[in-house]
């Protein structure tokens, strides 16, 4: 099966949004409120050059929300549809991710999952991130987790 990554347009923000709202729908019992995912303001991300969507022909099977803060490149979302899930999707948006920090000389990728997705934290482990912290951060409970990349 064959992927294609590429920038987000504007006219794919709300395939983009419905794709998060598919992919988080399964942790809403799990939380108290939405995951802030399903809350962001996709067409200012994609306007700001943030998203990057993952198609098979036409339709997006995921994306990734990232972009350069501090010293590292943030990655804010990974979110795959439910129909693509357990199709490398998650890992091959981490290695983009990756390569674009390398891209713009930047040595550390960090992202957070909260803490009720606890399938997530095998996931990035497995791809050689640590656990930097957990803490509290606007109202959800996360789990930081950070690579320094050779």
């Known amino acids: 099966m064959t992927f294609t990554l590429r920038p987000a347009h504007l006219e ?23 995951p802030a995912p399903m809350g962001a303001n996709y067409p200012t991300l994609i306007s ?18 990232s972009y ?13 549809d439910p129909a693509f899930q357990g199709q490398g999707i998650g890992k091959l948006l981490m290695n983009h991710a990756e390569e674009e920090a390398r891209s713009l000389n930047i040595k550390r990728v960090k992202l957070y999952t909260h803490e009720v ?32 990349l050779k």
């Open 12 to 34: 794919d923000a709300n395939a983009v949004r419905d794709l998060v709202h598919a992919s988080y729908a399964l942790y809403l019992e799990r939380m108290e409120r939405e």
């Open 48 to 65: 700001r050059q943030f998203v990057t969507v993952v198609q098979k022909s036409s339709q997006l099977a995921g994306i990734m929300v």
């Open 68 to 80: 350069p803060r501090d010293d590292a490149l943030h990655v804010e979302n990974i979110a795959v």
């Open 117 to 148: 997705m606890t399938e997530n934290i095998p996931f990035y482990e497995a791809l050689g991130y640590y656990i930097r912290d957990r803490s509290k951060q606007d109202g959800y409970q996360r789990i930081f987790f950070e690579k320094e």
